[in-house]
Protein backbone atom coordinates (compact mmCIF):
# COMPACT_ATOMS: atom_id res chain seq x y z
CA UNK A 1 0.00 0.00 0.00
CA UNK A 2 1.16 3.61 -0.11
CA UNK A 3 0.15 6.93 1.21
CA UNK A 4 1.80 10.31 1.73
CA UNK A 5 1.51 12.55 4.50
CA UNK A 6 1.82 16.56 4.16
CA UNK A 7 2.99 17.35 7.87
CA UNK A 8 1.63 21.32 7.47
CA UNK A 9 -1.56 22.24 5.68
CA UNK A 10 -0.83 25.88 5.77
CA UNK A 11 2.40 27.60 5.46
CA UNK A 12 3.21 31.25 5.55
CA UNK A 13 6.25 32.83 4.20
CA UNK A 14 7.44 36.54 3.35
CA UNK A 15 8.45 37.22 -0.29
CA UNK A 16 12.18 36.76 -0.69
CA UNK A 17 12.40 34.23 2.29
CA UNK A 18 12.94 30.35 1.66
CA UNK A 19 9.84 28.21 1.58
CA UNK A 20 10.10 24.48 3.26
CA UNK A 21 7.01 22.13 2.52
CA UNK A 22 7.19 18.85 4.02
CA UNK A 23 5.84 15.19 2.77
CA UNK A 24 6.34 11.68 4.05
CA UNK A 25 5.68 8.86 1.89
CA UNK A 26 4.99 5.23 2.59
CA UNK A 27 5.24 2.13 0.08
CA UNK A 28 5.80 -1.14 -0.50
CA UNK A 29 8.08 -0.76 -3.63
CA UNK A 30 10.27 1.74 -4.53
CA UNK A 31 8.30 4.94 -5.64
CA UNK A 32 7.87 7.47 -7.80
CA UNK A 33 7.30 10.38 -6.45
CA UNK A 34 5.84 14.05 -7.79
CA UNK A 35 5.21 17.58 -6.62
CA UNK A 36 2.40 19.45 -8.31
CA UNK A 37 1.33 22.71 -7.64
CA UNK A 38 -2.28 24.37 -7.96
CA UNK A 39 -3.44 28.21 -8.62
CA UNK A 40 -6.40 29.41 -7.98
CA UNK A 41 -9.07 28.33 -9.93
CA UNK A 42 -6.45 26.70 -12.16
CA UNK A 43 -5.42 22.78 -13.34
CA UNK A 44 -2.47 21.03 -11.76
CA UNK A 45 0.78 21.71 -13.17
CA UNK A 46 3.87 19.20 -12.64
CA UNK A 47 6.67 20.83 -10.69
CA UNK A 48 9.22 18.39 -10.44
CA UNK A 49 9.67 14.57 -10.10
CA UNK A 50 11.73 11.55 -8.91
CA UNK A 51 12.29 8.35 -10.07
CA UNK A 52 15.01 6.11 -8.73
CA UNK A 53 17.35 8.60 -10.73
CA UNK A 54 19.82 11.40 -8.76
CA UNK A 55 18.04 12.00 -5.35
CA UNK A 56 18.14 16.08 -5.46
CA UNK A 57 15.67 16.69 -8.36
CA UNK A 58 15.42 20.12 -9.53
CA UNK A 59 11.85 21.47 -10.81
CA UNK A 60 10.61 24.50 -12.37
CA UNK A 61 10.61 27.78 -11.00
CA UNK A 62 13.35 27.55 -8.70
CA UNK A 63 11.97 24.65 -7.04
CA UNK A 64 13.88 21.29 -5.63
CA UNK A 65 13.43 18.35 -3.80
CA UNK A 66 15.72 15.78 -2.10
CA UNK A 67 14.28 12.09 -1.96
CA UNK A 68 15.42 10.56 1.06
CA UNK A 69 15.06 6.87 1.66
CA UNK A 70 15.83 6.51 4.93
CA UNK A 71 13.71 9.13 6.52
CA UNK A 72 10.94 8.29 3.93
CA UNK A 73 10.85 11.95 2.56
CA UNK A 74 10.33 14.01 -0.21
CA UNK A 75 10.16 17.84 0.94
CA UNK A 76 9.94 20.68 -1.66
CA UNK A 77 11.89 23.75 -1.22
CA UNK A 78 12.57 27.34 -2.93
CA UNK A 79 15.35 29.86 -1.75
CA UNK A 80 13.65 32.72 -2.29
CA UNK A 81 9.77 32.67 -2.23
CA UNK A 82 7.57 35.17 -4.78
CA UNK A 83 4.05 36.52 -4.88
CA UNK A 84 3.63 34.50 -7.87
CA UNK A 85 4.17 30.72 -5.39
CA UNK A 86 1.32 31.33 -3.90
CA UNK A 87 -0.78 28.58 -4.26
CA UNK A 88 -1.97 24.83 -3.48
CA UNK A 89 1.25 22.24 -3.69
CA UNK A 90 0.28 18.57 -3.51
CA UNK A 91 3.00 15.80 -2.91
CA UNK A 92 2.29 12.97 -5.18
CA UNK A 93 3.53 9.11 -4.84
CA UNK A 94 3.00 6.30 -7.57
CA UNK A 95 3.93 2.98 -7.25
CA UNK A 96 1.14 1.20 -9.47
CA UNK A 97 2.19 -0.35 -12.49
CA UNK A 98 -1.24 1.01 -13.34
CA UNK A 99 -0.57 4.61 -12.84
CA UNK A 100 -2.86 5.32 -10.21
CA UNK A 101 -1.31 8.31 -8.22
CA UNK A 102 -1.92 8.73 -4.57
CA UNK A 103 -2.36 12.74 -3.61
CA UNK A 104 -1.34 14.73 -0.48
CA UNK A 105 -4.15 16.26 1.17
CA UNK A 106 -2.28 19.66 -0.04
CA UNK A 107 -0.71 22.39 1.24
CA UNK A 108 -1.63 26.26 1.25
CA UNK A 109 1.30 28.57 0.36
CA UNK A 110 0.71 32.00 1.41
CA UNK A 111 3.24 34.43 0.71
CA UNK A 112 3.00 38.45 2.43
CA UNK A 113 5.25 41.21 1.16
CA UNK B 1 -1.85 24.08 -28.51
CA UNK B 2 -3.44 23.03 -24.90
CA UNK B 3 -2.19 20.00 -24.19
CA UNK B 4 -4.90 18.32 -21.94
CA UNK B 5 -8.31 19.91 -22.37
CA UNK B 6 -11.97 19.77 -21.16
CA UNK B 7 -15.27 21.01 -21.67
CA UNK B 8 -16.95 22.75 -20.02
CA UNK B 9 -14.69 24.35 -17.74
CA UNK B 10 -18.13 25.51 -14.76
CA UNK B 11 -21.31 23.46 -15.45
CA UNK B 12 -23.74 24.22 -13.19
CA UNK B 13 -26.99 21.78 -13.28
CA UNK B 14 -29.92 20.16 -10.81
CA UNK B 15 -30.24 17.62 -9.25
CA UNK B 16 -31.11 14.54 -11.12
CA UNK B 17 -30.05 15.52 -14.61
CA UNK B 18 -27.23 13.86 -16.94
CA UNK B 19 -24.58 15.83 -17.92
CA UNK B 20 -21.16 15.02 -19.80
CA UNK B 21 -17.73 16.41 -19.40
CA UNK B 22 -15.30 16.26 -22.90
CA UNK B 23 -11.99 15.32 -22.59
CA UNK B 24 -9.46 15.74 -25.18
CA UNK B 25 -5.54 15.36 -25.38
CA UNK B 26 -2.86 15.93 -27.99
CA UNK B 27 -0.13 14.84 -26.73
CA UNK B 28 0.08 11.45 -28.45
CA UNK B 29 -0.73 9.52 -24.84
CA UNK B 30 -1.73 6.13 -24.45
CA UNK B 31 -3.24 6.59 -21.13
CA UNK B 32 -5.64 8.78 -19.44
CA UNK B 33 -7.63 9.21 -16.46
CA UNK B 34 -10.37 11.28 -14.65
CA UNK B 35 -9.40 12.60 -11.28
CA UNK B 36 -12.45 13.97 -8.98
CA UNK B 37 -11.13 17.06 -6.87
CA UNK B 38 -13.72 17.09 -3.35
CA UNK B 39 -14.39 20.71 -1.61
CA UNK B 40 -11.00 19.96 0.76
CA UNK B 41 -9.05 19.94 -2.64
CA UNK B 42 -8.46 16.32 -1.94
CA UNK B 43 -7.65 14.46 -5.24
CA UNK B 44 -8.72 11.08 -5.87
CA UNK B 45 -8.60 8.85 -9.20
CA UNK B 46 -11.43 7.70 -10.27
CA UNK B 47 -10.97 5.92 -14.20
CA UNK B 48 -8.37 5.67 -16.25
CA UNK B 49 -8.13 3.80 -19.68
CA UNK B 50 -5.15 2.49 -22.00
CA UNK B 51 -5.53 2.46 -25.76
CA UNK B 52 -9.68 2.83 -25.09
CA UNK B 53 -9.53 0.13 -22.45
CA UNK B 54 -10.68 0.01 -19.07
CA UNK B 55 -7.41 -0.24 -16.59
CA UNK B 56 -8.24 1.52 -13.39
CA UNK B 57 -12.12 1.72 -12.09
CA UNK B 58 -12.17 2.91 -8.40
CA UNK B 59 -15.20 2.31 -6.24
CA UNK B 60 -17.30 5.20 -8.17
CA UNK B 61 -20.99 5.11 -8.20
CA UNK B 62 -22.65 3.45 -11.58
CA UNK B 63 -24.35 6.54 -12.31
CA UNK B 64 -20.35 7.46 -13.51
CA UNK B 65 -19.58 6.33 -16.51
CA UNK B 66 -16.44 6.63 -18.66
CA UNK B 67 -16.49 7.13 -22.26
CA UNK B 68 -13.27 6.27 -24.52
CA UNK B 69 -14.53 6.58 -28.65
CA UNK B 70 -10.35 6.76 -29.30
CA UNK B 71 -7.09 7.30 -27.20
CA UNK B 72 -7.74 10.90 -27.51
CA UNK B 73 -10.54 11.28 -26.00
CA UNK B 74 -12.17 10.26 -22.53
CA UNK B 75 -15.67 11.82 -21.66
CA UNK B 76 -16.92 11.24 -18.34
CA UNK B 77 -20.92 11.39 -18.38
CA UNK B 78 -22.94 11.40 -14.82
CA UNK B 79 -26.60 10.28 -14.64
CA UNK B 80 -29.08 11.68 -12.12
CA UNK B 81 -26.73 13.98 -10.83
CA UNK B 82 -26.71 14.69 -6.73
CA UNK B 83 -25.46 17.34 -4.45
CA UNK B 84 -22.88 15.59 -3.82
CA UNK B 85 -21.68 15.39 -6.88
CA UNK B 86 -20.41 19.10 -6.81
CA UNK B 87 -16.77 18.92 -7.30
CA UNK B 88 -13.83 19.55 -9.66
CA UNK B 89 -13.48 16.95 -12.41
CA UNK B 90 -10.08 16.69 -13.93
CA UNK B 91 -8.72 14.81 -16.87
CA UNK B 92 -4.99 13.65 -17.50
CA UNK B 93 -3.13 11.91 -19.55
CA UNK B 94 0.00 10.09 -19.53
CA UNK B 95 2.22 8.51 -22.18
CA UNK B 96 1.59 5.23 -21.18
CA UNK B 97 0.41 3.76 -17.92
CA UNK B 98 3.01 2.80 -15.02
CA UNK B 99 5.16 4.45 -12.55
CA UNK B 100 7.22 6.79 -13.61
CA UNK B 101 5.29 8.61 -16.02
CA UNK B 102 4.49 12.00 -16.05
CA UNK B 103 0.84 12.38 -15.92
CA UNK B 104 -0.02 15.94 -17.86
CA UNK B 105 -3.39 17.63 -16.22
CA UNK B 106 -6.00 19.45 -17.76
CA UNK B 107 -7.51 22.77 -16.49
CA UNK B 108 -10.42 21.29 -14.75
CA UNK B 109 -14.64 21.59 -14.94
CA UNK B 110 -16.23 22.92 -11.95
CA UNK B 111 -19.63 21.27 -11.47
CA UNK B 112 -22.07 22.45 -9.27
CA UNK B 113 -25.02 20.83 -8.67
CA UNK B 114 -27.73 22.48 -6.91
Known amino acids: AQSVTQLDSHVSVSEGTPVLLRCNYS??????LFWYVQHPNKGLQLLLK??????LVKGINGFEAEFKKSETSFHLTKPSAHMSDAAEYFC???????????FGAGTQVVVTP | DTAVSQTPKYLVTQMGNDKSIKCEQN?????MYWYKQDSKKFLKIMFS???????INETVPNRFSPKSPDKAHLNLHINSLELGDSAVYFC?????????????FGEGSWLTVV
Open chain 2, 92 to 104: ASSQDHGTGNTIY
Open chain 1, 27 to 32: SSYSPS
Open chain 1, 50 to 55: YTSAAT
Open chain 1, 92 to 102: VVSTDSWGKLQ
Open chain 2, 27 to 31: LGHDT
Open chain 2, 49 to 55: YNNKELI
